[in-house]
């Protein structure tokens, strides 16, 4: 082997660099005298952040419909039967399953 063989230098795998998170400021400073390149980024989330969406999400509720008097759901069974309809030929032309049409009625009564 001569001299020039060692000179050479081949790199099979470099590791990517990953970007370095430092909390203090020394260790900012550091960096900066390394010649490093330092990006400085502050979160603006605290604590009672999460505590103020919470509160909003709570506020923001959507709340269950008013129940349906039984009425209407006897009203709409009569209609159904007078026009000679099943349940799931209500459903079809309603563009809902058969339960829904049936579970309505369920509901109704509660």
């Given at each position: 082997?001569?001299?020039?063989?060692?000179?050479?230098?081949?790199?099979?795998?470099?590791?990517?660099?990953?970007?370095?998170?430092?909390?203090?400021?020394?260790?900012i400073?550091?960096?900066?005298?390394a010649?490093?390149?330092?990006?400085?980024?502050?979160?603006?989330?605290?604590?009672?952040?999460?505590?103020?969406?919470?509160k909003?999400?709570?506020?923001?509720?959507?709340?269950?419909?008013?129940?349906?008097?039984?009425?209407?759901?006897?009203?709409?069974?009569?209609?159904?039967?007078?026009?000679?309809?099943?349940?799931?030929?209500?459903?079809?032309?309603?563009?809902?399953?058969?339960?829904?049409?049936?579970?309505?009625?369920?509901?109704?009564?509660?």
């Amino acid at each position: 082997m001569s001299e020039t063989d060692w000179d050479n230098v081949t790199v099979i795998r470099k590791r990517a660099e990953h970007a370095k998170v430092t909390k203090g400021d020394a260790a900012i400073n550091a960096a900066r005298r390394a010649g490093a390149v330092v990006g400085i980024e502050r979160k603006g989330h605290s604590g009672t952040d999460h505590q103020k969406i919470a509160k909003l999400d709570r506020e923001n509720e959507v709340a269950p419909p008013p129940k349906i008097s039984l009425s209407v759901g006897k009203a709409i069974q009569q209609a159904r039967q007078a026009k000679g309809l099943t349940q799931k030929d209500l459903g079809q032309k309603i563009n809902e399953k058969a339960n829904i049409v049936a579970g309505a009625r369920h509901q109704t009564t509660r």
